[in-house]
């Protein structure tokens, strides 16, 4: 599974899909939702191995309460909700970020998913959900010297991350035509490919998938050397 496409996807847009509809910005989350299941099974059609979602952001605490408690209610009932739709796909989830300030509801859905589905092995979607980047490495850093470990090397921080089972991110794409990372996955996209569509995250679905594998497969990686 080690040489198939890890695909990292900043789902942005939502709000603004629902306010063009004169809508609460939590359809746009509700829609989002959706195309996020097409785009899932886009991935599974072309043989993509990796997904990671960027859900929740550990500055999206900053958004209105209401709207945060929608989307902790999205990421418990949903969640539970679509077990059926994993496990019938072999979609296997991965938790990635800090769980613990969670809601407890949340946290419980969210274990539940990741043990009943922890045999499956088409797709692997790692939810990023009170993920950031820069807490990312601090808690691997953290985790690393409660190992005893005393020298830090991008060794020891990259096989103290979440899940270091699952390889770097090969490349980056973000709807709603926004060109930063947002502190997502900032150790691993040292030389991911980035991507930005206009298209906002409710209107995505599986040709999307088809579009990130071509424009991706157009690009020459050279991680520092001379390339192809
Ligand atoms: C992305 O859509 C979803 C989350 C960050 C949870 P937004 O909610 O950021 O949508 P816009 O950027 O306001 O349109
Ligand atoms: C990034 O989107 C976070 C997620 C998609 C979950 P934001 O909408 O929060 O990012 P900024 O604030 O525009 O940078
Ligand atoms: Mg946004």
Redo the contacts with the bound molecule.
């Keep these: 599974m080690e040489d198939k496409l890890h695909i990292g996807l900043i789902m ?2 939502n ?1 603004r899909w629902a306010s063009s509809r004169h809508l609460p910005r939590t359809a746009g989350h509700l829609a989002g939702l959706k195309a996020l299941k097409k785009v899932a099974l886009g991935a599974i059609k072309n043989n993509v191995g990796y997904l990671t979602l960027y859900c929740f952001s550990t500055e999206n605490w900053k958004r209105p309460k209401m709207e945060v408690d929608y989307l902790m209610g999205l990421f418990s009932e949903k969640v539970i909700g679509e077990l059926p739709f994993f496990n019938n796909n072999g979609i296997k989830l991965l938790f990635l970020g800090d769980m613990e300030p969670l809601p407890e509801d949340a946290k419980k859905a969210l274990n539940q998913v990741i043990d009943e589905t922890k045999n499956n092995g088409k797709l692997i979607i790692q939810l990023a959900i009170n993920y950031g980047g820069q807490d990312e490495v601090c808690r691997a850093v953290n985790r690393a010297l409660s190992k005893g470990i005393t020298l830090i090397t991008p060794e020891v921080i990259r096989s103290n991350f979440d899940n270091p089972e699952v390889p770097p991110v090969d490349v980056i794409a973000r709807s ?1 035509g ?1 060109m930063r990372l947002s502190n997502f996955l900032l150790w691993d996209s040292a030389y991911a490919e980035f991507i930005s569509y206009k298209k906002l995250w409710p209107d995505w679905d599986e040709c999307d998938i088809v579009s990130i594998i071509d424009d991706f497969g157009k690009r020459n990686r050279k991680f520092g050397g001379l390339g192809k």
């Design positions: 942005d847009g709000g709603a926004e």
